[in-house]
């Protein structure tokens, strides 16, 4: 959960190739007509946010598509159709989203930004095809939930507080030209990777009338409320989670549970332990309540469990302590008895049934979320219906995500949104990498893909490419980037060396406080077992990564000499500044290093890579987003200007209006760094250059 990313596969197909590659040092791969391109990335799409009508008849999702002119994901909402798979747009775009259903099934909820207008909410009558905006809003409306007798509508929405001042302002002369004003800051949170320095707002928790009205806020104060909003049965009630207390501006993963009454705006806290409390979901018969959490013992990575405790915050208890995974997302069967959740199991997104007693089962596996750019393994919406109908976005290897159902244990794929995009071209796939670590002799998940038009008496150069967070996991999903390096003429390996979340605590914690440590170990296994398998050409070895990649990047090339060129990608390089700079800064010390950087100075110098930059001989490009706050560009300044001190080859490259979230949310800058990459590797690369598909 805890990870520099904010923010995150499908295994048995992985087993079949598995079978064949292990056995033989490099088996071949089919020869096609094309390989993945760059023009390719601008016409992807993707399938995000499946909601099933309550009856299970019908599933609205958003459909996520790029294109060359307009360079940005644009969002609409489609219906598919339960049991015949036909789909037909119901909500243009550019940003069409949340789509919710009221109780009955009749309407569709959902938010939505036409050309040149703000976001709003609006209500369609899926019947009468009648579509009305339910109130005007001054900004953005957040969670939707629509109340049980479908009357009314909850959602979050920021309110603005007035900014803090100093002294008094000289009024300016009529017509005068002056300076903008100062802008004075006293908020311990003040921005955001994704948001910048934004105006002063709270959100809070609003209702309005599902047939439209003045929207009503109830909850108020300097607190941030909300994430996801659930009714009570009883429609008196509205469940949230959210941190009131003093002081809570300083304690970065404290959250409770809140229940408000819809009439007065009256308060009642439910839960009281030391962690967050997340993502509330009344029983269907009212009487308990389901929730993530956890017990905060100020470790770097914790995972979330399921819990359930009755509707008056008593008796709570956790019902996944054995699963050591983390879980996310809980829904309550229709009849009582379990409660669903999303969990991710050694890089594998599943959906699981939890009975109140603790027994799991899966349900569904290889969730993926709508990212292009690399494979992780977090996300993964889905939603069920009242007969136990359950949809979900799912991807794999070849493929972004897409719309899948299950009912009464049978899956089907609804959508194939790239099929005509990637019919006739030769994909990359991803294969099992046996790896034991040189460290400890600990089993580490990886995964190789050769090139599409892959030749077994060629050596290739290879990418080791390293994943962030670094309590994250990278799974078989699709990766734009991945495809593209394969594409280019490169091996890619990748993989999830000890630290990465899915694996249970004790894999987990091997880098608490340690981090990075012999995860660098597991690392350069990762790299021997694929040159071992004799496809590898050991003269060509190239590394790249980004966030806790980025931080590994540039340890890597601080410890060895063996690659020819790397490219640390949105990195961490000086604790001490990360520390102090990042808009995570209240959390990033006390969990992440154990201390504050004046308690602990020598730990996080130690852990730092700007600490083994006088070692550095390999050529580093650095490479960051003009307006990452989490990972701030200072970062890649310092370890630039090191190199530069040095006369150690290097490059700055900067990604305009790139915050860390969105280094690669435009499709042009995604392929723009992966060439960028590819170019800065094949500088220093042995042997002719190999090139990007055209």
């Not at 309110?159 to 004003?181: E, F, H, Q, R, V």
């Not at 993964?380 to 991807?395: C, D, E, L, T």
Request: aromatic share 10%; charged share 20%; proline share 8%.
């Amino acid at each position: 959960m805890n990870s520099l990313l904010t923010c995150l596969g499908r295994l048995w197909w992985a087993g079949v190739c598995a079978a064949l590659l292990i056995a033989a040092p490099c088996a071949a791969v089919q020869s096609g007509a094309q390989s993945f391109s760059e023009r390719d990335v601008f016409d992807l799409q993707v399938a995000s946010d499946p909601r099933i009508r309550p009856d299970g008849g019908a599933i609205a999702y958003v459909r996520i598509s790029y294109s060359v002119m307009t360079d940005r994901g644009e969002r609409s909402i489609w219906l598919i159709d339960s049991v015949t798979g036909e789909q037909v747009p119901l909500v243009e775009g550019p940003a069409a989203l949340s789509p919710r259903w009221s109780p009955d099934g009749a309407r569709l909820a959902y938010v939505a930004t036409p050309s040149g207008s703000a976001a709003q909410l609006y209500v369609r009558w899926m019947a009468q095809g009648v579509v009305s905006k339910v109130a005007t809003l001054p900004d953005a409306p957040g969670d939707i939930a629509w109340s049980p007798d479908g009357r009314q509508i909850a959602f979050t929405m920021s309110s603005p507080s007035p900014p803090p001042s100093l002294g008094t302002t000289l009024a300016k002369p009529a017509g005068a030209n002056w300076a903008d004003p100062i802008k004075v800051i006293s908020d311990v949170r003040y921005r955001s990777d994704a948001g910048g320095y934004a105006p002063r707002a709270y959100r809070h928790v609003w209702v309005v009338g599902a047939d439209g009205g003045a929207p009503r806020q109830i909850t108020f104060g300097n607190f941030n409320d909300g994430h996801t909003l659930s009714w009570t049965p009883d429609g008196r009630f509205v469940l949230f989670s959210g941190n009131r207390a003093e002081g809570w501006e300083r304690q970065p993963l404290q959250s409770n549970i809140y229940q408000l009454d819809v009439s007065d705006g009256s308060l009642k806290q439910l839960t009281h332990a030391s962690g967050p409390a997340l993502w509330p979901v009344a029983s269907p018969d009212g009487r308990q309540i389901a929730y993530v959490g956890y017990i905060d013992k100020h470790q770097p990575h914790q995972d979330t469990e399921l819990y359930v405790m009755d509707r008056d915050g008593g008796r709570a208890r956790s019902l996944t302590v054995p699963l050591d995974r983390p879980v996310d997302a809980p829904h309550w069967a229709p009849d009582g008895r379990s409660v669903y959740v999303v969990y991710i199991d050694k890089s594998v997104q599943k959906i699981a049934r939890v009975s109140l007693g603790g027994r799991i089962e899966d349900v569904a596996r290889g969730l993926s979320y709508e990212g292009l750019d690399l494979p992780y393994a977090v996300g993964g919406a889905y939603s069920v219906a009242r007969n136990g109908a359950v949809a979900f976005a799912q991807g794999a290897v070849d493929h972004p995500s897409e719309v899948a159902l299950i009912t009464g244990g049978s899956e089907r794929r609804l959508t194939r949104l790239n099929a005509e995009r990637l019919e006739g071209k030769t994909l990359a796939a991803a294969t099992r990498l046996p790896v034991t670590s040189s460290f400890d002799g600990q089993a580490i998940d990886a995964w190789i893909m050769m090139p599409p038009h892959f030749d077994p008496s060629r050596k290739y150069p290879l990418i080791l490419e390293v994943h962030g967070g670094p309590y994250a996991s990278y799974g078989e999903l699709w990766s734009s980037e991945f495809q593209l390096y394969a594409a280019a003429g490169f091996i890619v390996v990748y993989s999830n060396p000890r630290g990465s979340a899915s694996y249970g605590d004790k894999f987990a914690a091997g880098i608490a406080y340690d981090f990075p440590g012999h995860d660098y170990d597991d690392l350069m296994s990762v790299v021997d077992a694929a040159v071992a398998k004799g496809c590898v050409d050991a003269d060509n070895l190239f590394v790249t990564g980004g966030s806790g990649g980025g931080l590994l990047t540039a340890w890597i090339v601080g410890k060895t000499s063996r690659f020819r060129a790397a490219v640390a990608q949105r990195p961490v390089i000086n604790w001490t500044s990360l520390t102090l700079t990042t808009d995570e800064y209240t959390f990033m010390g006390p969990y992440w290093l154990g201390k504050l950087p004046w308690e602990d100075p020598e730990r996080y110098w130690r852990h730092s890579p700007l600490s083994l930059v006088g070692a550095v001989k390999t050529p580093t490009m650095v490479l960051v987003g003009e307006d990452d706050h989490r990972t701030p560009r200072s970062e890649a300044e310092q370890y630039y200007q090191a190199l530069q001190l040095r006369r150690v080859p290097t490059a700055l490259v900067l990604v305009p209006g790139a915050s860390h979230a969105t280094l690669a949310a435009r499709p042009s800058h995604l392929v723009q760094q992966v060439g960028a990459v590819v170019a800065w590797f094949n500088r220093y690369r042995v042997g002719p250059p190999v090139n990007l598909p055209p």
